[in-house]
């Protein structure tokens, strides 16, 4: 089980922000592609921040109230984001979201370049699929 690594489970580039992006095409950008969030990142493909329904639901909850949505993703993204290495063993992702809150994390190349994203159900697929095998 060592040998599986998160590139063979991880989910493409579905999607990512940009911090200059404004909130209100954050969110459909979110809601187009059903996820619960997604890395924020720079000009040369770095992660920078996330950004997750939760940080939007709560800007647009204020926007409702007050009738206006000023807000960009630089002002709600989290920074910094805990990324993990497209060579990472499940194995060890799997024990680390054991300890560690989020349920997706951006997947980075040797150079931290966005690829991807990771999910705890991508991690229980590939783990399943090797549980069968044995």
């Known amino acids: 089980m060592n040998n599986l690594e998160v590139s063979h489970y991880m989910i493409g580039k579905s999607l990512s922000f940009k911090k200059e992006m404004s909130v ?3 969110v459909e950008i979110l809601l187009k592609n059903e996820q619960l969030g997604g890395p924020v990142i720079d000009e040369s493909g770095r992660v920078i921040g996330w950004l997750s329904e939760q940080d939007c639901l709560a800007k647009m909850l204020e926007a409702s109230y007050y009738c206006e949505l000023a807000a960009l993703v630089e002002d709600i993204m989290v920074s910094p984001v ?13 024990q680390m979201m054991l300890k560690t809150a989020p349920k997706i994390y951006p997947v980075v190349d040797s150079g931290d370049h966005y690829i991807g994203l990771i999910s705890r159900k991508k991690v229980l697929a590939a783990m399943t699929k090797q549980v069968k095998l044995c």
């Not at 805990?82 to 799997?94: G, H, P, Q, R």
């Open 82 to 94: 805990v990324t993990v290495k497209k060579e990472m063993s499940i194995v060890d992702l799997a």
């Open 24 to 26: 209100q095409t954050a």
